[in-house]
């Protein structure tokens, strides 16, 4: 009876301590996921956090620009909206997201000590995307035609084309400045890419005061100010690159002309699957063109999508440091650790999405003031507000999910 007894406590002990296992083995687990969230968060933002600021300091020159023509008339404001968002942009998004193939090639190139491959990479990227900038040229030289057959009006049409003209120069500076963002991305010296994006904003609005209200050169002056400070990017990102990436610059090379057409394949592809979404909103400022009083459709619309861009920096900032991640983990054999960055990333860049999409709301009737001062332009933002909200938070993910595909398609390269 005494065993009996005795094995009865024991199962009694052990009863009464399952209850408490199990709640210390929840809490251990629950201590284990804040603890990985938390790397996982801190990985993350070392990339984010550097390209976040860069990407809005270079977006914020455009918003510069687009401001100052803005308080020149009407007019003014819908030919630099037009041919800074729909011309421009509409390579942009194309350069962009070619450029975009340097971060799992970079990447994978760094982790495996091959440094001399990024500089290498680089160049090929160089070669490809100015090659591209030729082939887009039409879109430049013949935009006042294009935006005619769009239903432009005739004055924004012909002030668009002229605009576009001046911002050739601009174009050809996204075949070299990407690469470079890129290149140094991936070694993650993003702090370098923040300090040079500060000094190109801060020579943007000193020109674009110069241009256009002291020398009084109009919205051509705004163009020619934008050219400059974009240039400003990519010799000072390129003089951080000689200066201080001695291991992954080596100087120019003749292996760089070597592997270009699968180094152009991947480049397309990464190319389609940014740009495409990006296309759309050119789309329906060019369609605008159709509507009563186009002029103040053209300005409403153009502000609307200048701040669906300026925030949709942080998705791309995502963009690529999900990118970047998954490539890191997949790299080391660690697909739950890609399948968790990418959780962490699209869960951060919606919560983010969020904010901004209550800011517009509560500001709804003020925030066009940036760009304007025309009743009629400041109705009709107002108007498309709740709209404009909606799709940043809807454009919180997508990006993000495109870096996750851009860092696995590269991986299995």
Same mark, same amino acid.
């Given at each position: 009876?005494? =065993?009996?007894?005795?094995?009865?406590?024991?199962?009694?002990?052990? @009863?009464?301590?399952?209850? !408490?296992?199990?709640?210390?083995?929840?809490?251990?687990?629950?201590?284990?996921?804040?603890?990985?969230?938390?790397?996982?968060?801190?990985?993350?933002?070392?990339?984010? #956090?550097?390209?976040?600021?860069?990407?809005?300091?270079?977006?914020?020159?455009?918003?510069?620009? @687009?401001?100052?023509?803005?308080?020149?008339?009407?007019?003014?404001?819908?030919?630099?909206?037009?041919?800074?968002?729909?011309?421009?942009?509409?390579?942009?998004?194309?350069?962009?997201?070619?450029?975009? %193939?340097?971060?799992?090639?970079?990447?994978?190139?760094?982790?495996?000590?091959?440094?001399?491959?990024?500089?290498?990479?680089?160049?090929?990227? /160089?070669?490809?995307?100015?090659?591209?900038?030729?082939?887009?040229?039409?879109? $430049?030289?013949?935009?006042?035609?294009?935006? !005619?057959?769009?239903?432009?009006?005739?004055?924004?049409?012909?002030?668009?084309?002229?605009?576009?003209? /001046?911002?050739?120069?601009?174009?050809?500076?996204?075949?070299?400045?990407?690469?470079?963002?890129?290149?140094?991305?991936?070694?993650?010296?993003?702090?370098?890419?923040?300090?040079?994006?500060?000094?190109?904003?801060?020579?943007?609005?000193?020109?674009?005061?110069?241009?256009?209200?002291? /020398?009084?050169?109009?919205?051509? #002056? %705004? %163009?020619?100010?934008?050219?400059?400070?974009?240039?400003?990017?990519?010799?000072?990102? $390129?003089?951080?690159?000689? $200066?201080?990436?001695?291991?992954? /610059?080596?100087?120019?090379?003749?292996?760089?002309?070597?592997?270009?057409?699968?180094?152009?394949?991947?480049?397309?592809?990464?190319?389609?699957?940014?740009?495409?979404?990006?296309?759309?909103?050119?789309?329906?400022?060019?369609?605008?063109?159709?509507? !009563?009083?186009?002029?103040?459709?053209?300005?409403?619309?153009?502000?609307?999508?200048?701040?669906?861009?300026?925030?949709?920096?942080?998705?791309?900032?995502?963009?690529?440091? %999900?990118?970047?991640?998954?490539?890191?983990?997949?790299? =080391?054999?660690?697909?739950?650790?890609?399948?968790?960055?990418?959780?962490?990333?699209?869960?951060?860049?919606?919560?983010?999405?969020?904010?901004?999409?209550?800011?517009?709301?509560?500001?709804?009737? @003020?925030?066009? $003031?940036?760009?304007?001062?025309?009743?009629?332009?400041?109705?009709?933002?107002?108007?498309?507000?709740?709209?404009?909200?909606?799709?940043?938070?809807?454009?919180?993910?997508?990006?993000?999910?495109?870096?996750?595909?851009?860092?696995?398609?590269?991986?299995?390269?």
């Amino acid at each position: 009876m005494g =065993s009996i007894d005795r094995e009865q406590d024991g199962n009694d002990l052990n @009863q009464s301590l399952l209850p !408490k296992q199990e709640e210390n083995d929840q809490t251990r687990e629950k201590g284990d996921f804040s603890n990985k969230l938390w790397i996982e968060t801190k990985k993350l933002w070392f990339i984010v #956090g550097p390209s976040i600021f860069s990407r809005v300091a270079a977006f914020t020159m455009n918003v510069v620009t @687009q401001a100052f023509a803005g308080h020149l008339g009407d007019v003014q404001l819908a030919s630099i909206s037009i041919a800074n968002t729909v011309i421009v942009g509409f390579n942009f998004g194309l350069l962009l997201g070619m450029a975009s %193939a340097l971060e799992t090639l970079c990447g994978q190139a760094f982790g495996a000590k091959r440094y001399h491959m990024l500089g290498i990479y680089m160049q090929r990227s /160089w070669i490809v995307l100015f090659f591209c900038c030729f082939l887009l040229l039409p879109f $430049y030289v013949f935009a006042t035609p294009i935006l !005619k057959l769009f239903g432009q009006p005739e004055d924004v049409a012909e002030e668009s084309g002229i605009v576009a003209l /001046w911002l050739i120069p601009l174009h050809f500076s996204f075949a070299f400045q990407f690469p470079l963002q890129r290149f140094l991305q991936c070694q993650l010296k993003t702090p370098a890419i923040a300090w040079v994006s500060v000094l190109g904003l801060i020579v943007n609005v000193l020109t674009s005061w110069l241009f256009v209200f002291v /020398w009084d050169f109009g919205v051509v #002056g %705004a %163009a020619i100010a934008l050219d400059i400070s974009w240039w400003v990017l990519v010799f000072g990102l $390129y003089g951080y690159v000689v $200066y201080a990436c001695p291991l992954t /610059w080596t100087g120019f090379s003749i292996e760089a002309f070597s592997g270009l057409w699968e180094f152009l394949k991947l480049s397309i592809a990464s190319g389609i699957m940014l740009c495409l979404e990006n296309w759309y909103y050119r789309i329906l400022i060019l369609m605008t063109g159709h509507l !009563k009083n186009a002029t103040v459709a053209v300005d409403a619309l153009s502000i609307c999508m200048t701040i669906n861009g300026w925030e949709m920096m942080i998705p791309l900032a995502f963009f690529a440091g %999900a990118g970047v991640r998954v490539a890191n983990e997949l790299g =080391s054999g660690n697909g739950e650790g890609a399948k968790f960055a990418t959780l962490v990333s699209v869960l951060e860049s919606t919560a983010i999405g969020l904010f901004f999409c209550v800011i517009i709301m509560i500001f709804h009737n @003020q925030f066009a $003031y940036i760009f304007t001062t025309s009743t009629d332009v400041l109705e009709s933002v107002d108007d498309m507000a709740f709209l404009l909200a909606v799709t940043i938070l809807l454009n919180s993910v997508q990006p993000v999910l495109s870096g996750v595909a851009v860092g696995r398609d590269g991986k299995s390269r």
